[in-house]
């Protein structure tokens, strides 16, 4: 091999190469770091003409976001108590006091227990379904397979519908098992497919030995297979986590007062006049800061899981 | 290990009676494994599917439930097919298709070729430029109505700042037809990264002594890329415009949060018309019969292009 490769790369190339990414990564991140900023903006911060690089943070929005405010007369006003807390405090600058909690906390709770929920759901069925796949000759596998990826392709609109008046016949609209099951629905073709990848990838040979030691299939699947194929799991358990997480087509069609995830709620945040923005933003912040860690964490199996396992690096 | 009494018995048994006792069939045990998969598809899938296809057979409105259900035969089929409506939103979903596709085609392309320079922290770039498609399209649809505000928002401002247009003289999302590239624009920032990553994988599978025989029969770089880095990333790339497209043709979130479809119908992307069908008129047999033609647009649509993507792997 000589030192210099005909493949690599000159240092120029590399260089204007680095700075156009960079370039683009600045444009593209900079509306997430505006959200993220104009979580911490006042009121007027986040409507002044021009738009506020800098300015006073303020934590407005998070607790707007937390509560909801009335605002009263002003002899009442000043007849109030001084306030208690910092969050009293920050609510009585803009003439108002809070008269309880908003709905935000509980819908976000709703977001973790289906998004949960529907990813255990659909890595039990899909693991095994997976590993039935990619070991034993199973009777149309082909056709299953492509039926079960199929199911995808649907517009959720399509079956919103019957959807709706089956849960409504089995008492399941508007609850979390509903919600749970039909997540589950989806993603279990990613599930599926994703799993069958990562399992495929793993010898049969190991099996094999195990069996031959005295193993039976189940003891072989869960002593064996399950602990090799614990990283693609995982991965697989993040991508339908975070569908769960920012589905919004069925959640606003069939949910409405119980089991209402936060991506329907986030935009009806609204405050005096018009959308509360620091409220809104907070809440996008709240929201999408997880996935941008677990995407972060993923980045290795990023691919893989967009493309349903078509793609592998 | 853990030596339990099973575990025991079981180095005890001689292993064929052993297998035949305590093992199911191999055939039982993939049945139980895949039957609760199919069964929940069956149940939340296929069985509301089927129902739908006979709903658009029907006069049924769901918010009326105690009306007397007609059969209508074919008549919401026909009326679907020949209404302006539906082939004005066929139009506007199809500029929405083609402009998202090539824009995040060209850019996507484009980025991973860069990246494929490897310099130094291409790594760190690509997790970062990769962000915004993880994120939740309603939420983020949501936040763009405040970027597109005519006075505050960022975008107006940065427009304002690189070509001097002043931000209040124009809105995105108001009249005056910037509503349709304002989603364009968007779904270009949330989902590039994503024919970019497709593409990157397509670039790295390329093997160096391609390019090193190349060298040796003295082809230009300009040669080069035409006839060894296109052809031999386009099944990737092929396979990112279908994904996108399947996606796009039922993009429903990010867009109601953003337009609404509006103003006027300037906007309304066929998947949107037909939730205003049947969650908002309520007319349950008609948008019934307008989703099984919509999925079996997309169902044929995709089924042809995965046969011209299968030809161009197999060259």
């Known amino acids: ?313 | 290990m853990t030596d339990t009494p099973i575990d025991r018995m079981t180095r005890a048994t001689p292993r064929s009676v052993a297998r035949r006792v305590r093992g199911l069939s191999d055939r039982a045990i993939a049945w139980l494994f895949v039957a609760p998969t199919i069964f929940l598809l069956l149940a939340i899938n296929i069985f509301p599917l089927i129902w739908t296809v006979r709903l658009s057979f029907t006069n049924f409105a769901a918010n009326r439930p105690g009306r007397e259900v007609e059969w209508v035969g074919l008549r919401n089929y026909e009326r679907i097919l020949t209404s302006d409506g539906i082939w004005s939103n066929m139009q506007t979903t199809a500029h929405f298709l083609i402009w998202t596709i090539t824009l995040q085609v060209v850019i996507g392309f484009t980025l991973a070729w860069l990246i494929n320079r490897k310099f130094k922290g291409n790594d760190l770039l690509t997790t970062l430029i990769v962000l915004p498609m993880m994120l939740s399209p309603a939420v983020v649809g949501n936040f763009w109505t405040f970027l597109y505000q005519p006075q505050i928002g960022l975008f107006n401002y940065m427009v304002e700042l690189l070509t001097g247009t002043p931000a209040s003289s124009f809105s995105m999302l108001g009249a005056g037809g910037l509503a349709k590239w304002s989603i364009i624009i968007v779904d270009t920032w949330m989902w590039t990264p994503f024919v970019m990553l497709i593409c990157l994988a397509g670039l790295r599978s390329i093997p160096d002594y391609i390019y090193e025989a190349a060298e040796v029969d003295r082809a230009s770089k300009w040669r080069q890329f035409w006839t060894i880095t296109v052809p031999m990333v386009l099944p990737f790339l092929m396979l990112a415009v279908l994904f996108r497209g399947i996606e796009n043709f039922k993009m429903f979130d990010m867009v109601v949060l953003l337009t609404g479809g509006g103003p006027g119908n300037e906007t309304l992307l066929a998947s949107i018309d037909l939730k205003r069908e049947a969650f908002e008129k309520w007319r349950t047999g008609y948008s019934s019969a307008y989703a099984i033609i919509l999925f079996v647009t997309v169902f044929g649509l995709a089924s042809i292009y995965v046969k011209a993507l299968n030809k161009v792997k197999e060259r």
């Open chain 1, 1 to 313: 091999m000589s030192a210099y490769s005909v493949t690599e790369p000159s240092r120029a190339s590399k260089s204007i190469a680095a700075v156009l990414v960079v370039v683009y990564a600045i444009i593209t991140l900079l509306p997430l770091l505006w959200i993220i900023s104009t979580g911490f903006k006042s009121g007027p911060d986040s409507i002044s003409y021009p738009p506020r690089v800098l300015f006073e943070p303020s934590l407005e929005g998070y607790v707007n976001l937390f509560t909801t405010r009335t605002r009263i007369g002003a002899e009442q006003f000043a007849a109030l108590p001084p306030p208690e807390t910092w969050y009293d405090k920050i609510v009585r600058q803009s003439g108002t006091v809070i008269a309880g909690q908003s709905r935000f906390g509980e819908r976000f709770m709703n977001s973790v227990i289906i998004g949960f929920g529907s990813t255990a759901l659909s890595i039990f069925l899909g693991t095994l379904a997976a590993y039935a796949f990619s070991r034993f000759k199973v009777p149309l596998k082909d056709d299953l397979l492509f039926f079960i990826l199929s199911t995808r392709m649907m517009p959720p609109i399509a079956v919103a519908i019957p959807i709706y008046l089956m849960y409504r016949e089995l008492g399941l609209s508007d609850t979390h098992l509903g919600m749970i099951l039909l997540y589950t629905a989806v993603n279990i073709s990613l599930a599926v497919w994703l799993l069958k990848g990562f399992i495929d990838e793993i010898p049969r040979e190991y099996e094999e030995a195990a069996l031959i030691d005295g193993y039976t299939r189940f003891q072989a699947f869960r002593k064996v297979v399950l602990p090799q194929a614990a990283t693609g799991i995982a991965s697989t358990a993040i991508f339908c986590l975070i569908f769960a997480w920012n589905e919004y087509a069925f959640a606003v069609l069939l949910t409405s007062g119980n089991a209402q995830t936060a991506p329907p709620f986030i935009p009806t945040i609204i405050g005096v006049g018009g959308q509360d923005w620091p409220a809104v933003a907070a809440g996008a912040t709240l929201f999408l800061l997880p996935v941008m860690i677990f995407t972060i964490l993923l980045r290795k199996h990023l691919l893989r899981g967009i493309t349903f396992g078509a793609v592998r690096k």
